[in-house]
């Protein structure tokens, strides 16, 4: 495709429920992101990965969130034992190579419910 | 501990005057600043961009100006148009080993009026 790709566009889920969430990333681009945004706050830094590794983790929140991306290209966010706390849109971006300089292009997000 | 603040929740302006969207950080080890711009329901999409060795980056009617000592930067749209009623974030990022992982401050609404 022609842009960053997030499914689903919105999701609910029960407290305590697993989720996955995933992101198609524009084809070539070997860095990909993920952020979350809450209401009325910019995008937070969660994890990224360069090729298949994931080469800064520092923002997940607690072990509960996770993120593969097996073959370099498609990336999964799985959180366990979802809380209210978890709601927010959760935003993939791809750039060409990662580092300074390089455009991020952003997915549509994925806007999360947990009730 | 907020790195990047946009201390100006909203701005409204009248369609063909000048829009001023200002940013402050606090790490001197941020070394490149971007705008990225958000329209509802969609991700946020690339504006400009400046690196710290700059003060002035301009393209078309976007402009933005980079004052390192005052740790501050800004975002000029002149003439602003309707189109261009947004939320607008600026983000940084920093420092040797720079993966592209971006700090945002909280965002600006933007409203041009006609």
């Known amino acids: 495709g022609a842009g960053v790709s997030q499914t689903p566009s919105n999701k609910v889920t029960e407290k305590g429920k697993y989720v996955e969430l995933r992101c198609d990333p524009i084809s070539g681009h070997t860095a990909l992101y993920w952020y979350r945004q809450s209401l009325g706050q910019g995008p937070e830094f969660l994890i990224y990965?360069?090729?298949?590794?994931?080469?800064?983790d520092s923002g997940l929140p607690n072990d509960r969130f996770f993120a593969v991306r097996p073959e370099g290209s498609v990336s999964t966010l799985k959180i366990q034992r979802t809380e209210r706390g978890d709601s927010a849109v959760y935003l993939c971006a791809s750039s060409l190579t990662g580092g300074p300089g390089t455009e991020a292009f952003f997915g549509q997000g994925t806007r999360l419910t947990v009730v | 501990d907020q790195q990047v603040k946009q201390n100006s929740p909203s701005l409204s302006v009248q369609e063909g005057r000048i829009s001023i969207l200002n940013c402050d950080y606090t790490n001197s080890m941020f070394d490149y600043f971007l705008w990225y711009k958000k329209y509802p329901a969609e991700g946020p999409t690339f504006l400009i961009s400046i690196s710290s060795i700059k003060d002035k980056n301009e393209d078309g009617r976007f402009t933005v100006f980079l004052n390192k000592s005052a740790k501050h930067l800004s975002l000029h749209i002149v003439p602003s148009q309707p189109g261009d009623s947004a939320v607008y974030f600026c983000?940084?990022?920093?420092?040797?080993?720079?993966?592209?992982?971006?700090?945002f401050g909280q965002g600006t609404t933007l409203q041009v009026k006609p």
């Open positions: 983000a940084a990022s920093k420092g040797s080993g720079n993966t592209g992982k971006l700090i």
């Open positions: 990965f360069q090729g298949t590794g994931a080469a800064d």
